[in-house]
C-alpha cells in the first residue's frame, strides 16, 4: 500500500489528477448501476408476486385447494387444472396432497413446513427456491389451515397452498441488465478519464507556463520574463502567475539596485584610493630615493592619508548599514527613549562643530526602533547641518510629540535638488568638495521609514535647511522611563 502510495504521489499532476476523476466517476457509476439493478430486480419480483397471486385467486386453483383443505388424502392426487407452472397443496409434514405435475413439483424446505403450520391464513409469504429439477422459482406460500376428514369429521394436518413461477426469464433480464450497465459504466469511466485528462491539460497550461518560465530564469537569470495573465482572471492560477510576475519585478529593481550600488561604490572608492596610493607612492619614494619630504609637505600627507583612510571606513561603514536585512534589524529593534539618543547626537554634534551654536529644545518622547540606526541616522542628520553651517553659525534643535527637527542656517539646498537628496550617494554639486560618501541621508530615510516614520527636507525661511522626522511613539515606555 505504502509503496502504490508512493508511486501515485510520483506521478505528474496531470495523471493523478486524470486518475482521481475517474476514480470518482467510477465510484458514482458503480452506484448509480448497483442501485438501478436492485431496483429493477425488486420491481421484477414485484411483478412476479402480483402474478403468484393473482394466479391465488383463479377459480379453479382456489376450488381445488379447498377440496384439499376439506380431505387431503393420503395418497398424492395430480391435477392439470392449476394454471400456473408450479403449484400444489402441501401438509406441515412437507407431504404433497395436490399438485400439477405439467411442470414438475416445488421443492419444499423446513421453512414452508413451519410457516404452513403456523396457520396465518391471512398472510402470503414469498421466497426463493428450486423445482424438483433444480430450477430457481419464486415460490408463494398461502396457509389454509387445518384439514378435516369429510367422513369421520376428524381433524387432519395443517396445509398450505404453495404456487410458483420459473426464475429463468427474470434472471435473463437481470443478468442482461447488468451486463449492459457494466459496459456503460465502463464507457462512463474511460470517458471520465479521457475527460480528466483533457481538463487537466486545460486547467495546468498556466502551471507549465510558469514552470517553463521559472526553469528560463533559472537557466538564464533573465528576470524580464513576465506571464500574461487576464486582467479579469481572479482564479488561483492567476493569482500565482501575478505574484510570479511581481517578484520577478521585485528581483529585478533588486538587481538593478544592487548593480546601481556596485557602480556608485566604485565610483565613490576610486577617488580616496586613488589619493591614498599618491600619497603613499610620494612616501615610499621619498625613502627609496633618500630624498626626504619637507617636514611640512610630510605632516601634510600624513594628515591626507589619515583623512582618506577616515573616509574610506566611513564609507565603508555606510555600505555595511545599507547592506543589512530587514531580518538582523527586525532582531534588535525595541523601545527607545528618542530624547536620550537625540542628547547623544548633539554632544556629538558639539565635539565636530565647536565653534557653533546649538539650541536644543528635546520632550520626552518614546520610539519603537533599532538603538544604533536610529542613533546614527539623527547623527548624520546633525552631521549635515553642521557641515553646511557658517563658522559661528546657530543650529536649532526641537523634539516635540514625536517630531524632531534641526534648523540651520546655512546656504540651502536649491529647490531643484531637493527631490534628490534621499538617493544612494547622490551630492550636492556644492559639496562635492566637502567630506562625505552621499550615504548619509539614505542612511536616514531608510531607519526612519522602518521605524514607522518619514524624514522631509525644505528650504527654510530666512535661509538654510529645515529637516524634520516624524516617528509614532511607542505603545508602552520602558520601565526605567516610569
Not at 422459482?137 to 384439514?147: E, F, K
Not at 601634510?300 to 547592506?323: F, R
Not at 553642521?386 to 534641526?406: A, H
Amino acid at each position: 500500500m505504502n509503496r502504490l502510495a508512493r508511486r501515485f504521489r510520483n506521478l505528474p499532476l496531470r495523471s493523478r489528477l486524470s486518475m482521481l476523476v475517474a476514480a470518482a466517476v467510477a465510484f458514482a457509476v458503480a452506484a448509480v448501476s448497483v442501485t438501478c439493478w436492485f431496483i429493477v430486480q425488486g420491481k421484477l419480483y414485484d411483478q412476479l408476486e402480483q402474478d403468484l397471486q393473482r394466479g391465488l385467486k383463479g377459480p379453479q386453483q382456489y376450488g381445488l385447494a379447498q377440496i384439499a383443505l376439506n380431505n387431503c388424502t393420503t395418497t398424492p392426487q395430480g391435477n392439470s387444472a392449476f394454471r400456473n407452472n408450479y403449484s400444489q397443496v402441501v401438509t406441515d409434514t412437507g407431504k404433497i396432497c395436490v399438485s400439477d405435475d405439467s411442470s414438475g413439483s416445488i421443492k419444499v424446505t423446513q421453512g414452508d413446513k413451519d410457516t404452513i403450520k403456523s396457520g396465518n391464513t391471512e398472510k402470503l409469504f414469498f421466497r426463493d427456491g428450486t423445482d424438483s429439477d433444480g430450477n430457481a422459482v419464486r415460490v408463494m406460500i398461502h396457509p389454509l389451515g387445518t384439514t378435516r376428514n369429510n367422513t369421520t369429521g376428524a381433524l387432519g394436518p395443517s396445509v398450505g397452498f404453495m404456487v410458483a413461477v420459473p426464475l429463468k426469464g427474470t434472471q435473463n433480464t437481470l443478468n442482461d441488465l447488468a451486463l449492459l450497465l457494466l459496459l456503460v459504466s465502463g464507457v462512463g469511466v474511460l470517458g471520465a478519464g479521457a475527460a480528466g485528462l483533457a481538463v487537466a491539460r486545460a486547467g495546468l497550461r498556466p502551471v507549465d507556463k510558469l514552470t517553463e518560465a521559472v526553469e528560463h530564469v533559472a537557466r538564464t537569470e533573465d528576470l524580464s520574463v513576465r506571464i500574461p495573465v487576464e486582467e479579469e482572471s481572479d482564479d488561483e492560477i492567476a493569482r500565482l502567475s501575478r505574484s510570479f510576475n511581481s517578484m520577478t519585478s521585485s528581483l529585478a529593481n533588486s538587481r538593478e539596485l544592487q548593480q546601481q550600488l556596485i557602480a556608485d561604490a566604485g565610483h565613490e572608492l576610486r577617488t580616496p584610493l586613488t589619493s591614498l596610493r599618491t600619497n603613499i607612492e610620494l612616501l615610499t619614494r621619498s625613502e627609496e630615493t633618500g630624498r626626504p619630504i619637507p617636514p611640512a609637505d610630510r605632516k601634510a600627507l600624513l594628515a591626507s592619508v589619515k583623512a582618506q583612510m577616515t573616509e574610506l571606513a566611513s564609507l565603508i561603514g555606510d555600505l555595511q548599514e545599507l547592506s543589512r536585512s530587514e531580518g538582523q534589524r527586525g532582531e534588535r529593534v525595541q523601545i527607545v527613549a528618542l530624547q536620550d539618543t537625540v542628547e547623544a547626537a548633539l554632544r556629538r554634534a558639539r565635539l565636530r562643530g565647536p565653534e557653533l551654536t546649538i539650541t536644543a529644545d528635546v520632550q520626552p518622547w518614546f520610539v519603537r526602533a533599532e538603538p544604533s540606526a536610529l542613533e546614527r541616522a539623527i547623527v548624520n542628520i546633525l552631521d549635515n547641518a553642521v557641515k553646511f553651517s557658517p563658522e559661528g553659525g546657530k543650529i536649532e534643535v526641537t523634539l516635540e510629540r514625536g517630531i524632531l527637527t534641526v534648523r540651520d542656517h546655512g546656504p540651502g539646498i536649491p529647490e531643484d535638488e531637493l527631490p534628490h537628496v534621499f538617493d544612494r550617494f547622490w551630492r550636492s554639486p556644492s559639496a562635492r568638495a566637502l567630506p562625505g560618501s552621499g550615504l548619509g541621508l539614505s542612511i536616514v530615510a531608510r531607519t526612519v521609514q522602518q521605524a514607522g516614520g518619514d524624514v522631509t527636507l525644505a528650504r527654510a525661511n530666512g535661509g538654510g535647511t529645515m529637516a524634520t522626522v516624524r516617528l509614532p511613539g511607542a505603545p508602552t515606555a520602558p520601565p526605567e522611563a516610569a
